[in-house]
């Protein structure tokens, strides 16, 4: 069975650092584009960033360019995001997600983590 | 990149059908075929319900059904069933090597 588990949401104050991880099992974590996507409670989904399966290729939404870096660890299955000068409109629950189907399509969905960016 | 414009809203009957409406850009629903469709209930991750358009990942009922015409795609939802009740987002792969969801919908079933 495909799991993916996120950890490291929490409480950060504005201009902060937050590292995000996602735990992968069940499938071949190497052999899969990954994706974080972030949902504001009752709003909708927005896509974040994502990278190739080898690690090397990433891309960013225009709204985290320069302060969100994602990348992977295949040999512990593991993704992460690593979120710098965090902003108050950060605020969300973060999904880490498997591409598939030409590896821009969102197949498995990890239960979220939750940032709130708040003084 | 501007959001895919959805209905914030549709309703149906139990065993009518409904079609979601996904506007985008020659930039993105109109260049590619990586169009995908996702249910999501209150509390809930979201899950895939169409792929490359038109296609259905394994388990997903043949009541949803996927399209595009130019830049506009569509989910189509045949025989509603109390179960569907829930926000439907798509989302498009873009030009510049992004992804872009719409707003969202949320269907009611009556």
């Known amino acids: 069975e495909v799991q993916l588990v996120e950890s490291g949401g929490g409480l950060v104050q504005p201009g902060g650092s937050l590292r995000l991880s996602c735990v992968a099992s069940g499938f071949p974590f190497n052999y899969y584009w990954m994706h974080w996507v972030r949902q504001v409670p009752g709003k909708g989904l927005v896509w974040v960033s994502r990278?190739?399966?080898?690690?090397?290729?990433?891309s960013h939404a225009d709204s985290v360019k320069g302060r969100f870096t994602i990348s992977r660890d295949n040999a512990r299955n593991t993704l992460y995001l690593q979120m710098n000068s965090l902003r108050v409109e950060d605020t969300a629950v973060y999904y880490c997600a498997r591409g598939n189907y030409g590896d821009f399509q969102f197949d498995s969905w990890g239960q979220g983590t939750l940032v709130t960016v708040s003084s | 990149q501007s959001a895919l414009t959805q209905p914030a809203s549709v309703s149906g009957s139990p065993g009518q059908s409904i079609t979601i409406s996904c506007s985008g850009t020659?930039?993105?629903?109109?260049?590619?075929?990586?169009v995908s469709w996702y249910q999501q209930h209150p509390g809930k991750a979201p899950k895939l319900m169409t792929y490359?358009?038109?296609n259905r990942p394994s388990g997903v009922s043949n009541r949803f059904s996927g399209s595009k015409s130019g830049n506009t795609a569509s989910l189509t939802i045949s025989g509603l069933q109390a179960e569907d009740e829930a926000d439907y987002y798509c989302c498009s792969y873009t030009r510049s090597d992004t992804l872009v969801f719409g707003g969202g919908t949320k269907l009611t079933v009556l």
């Open positions: 990278i190739n399966s080898a690690g090397i290729t990433t």
């Open positions: 020659s930039s993105d629903v109109g260049a590619y075929n990586y």
């Open positions: 490359d358009v038109t």
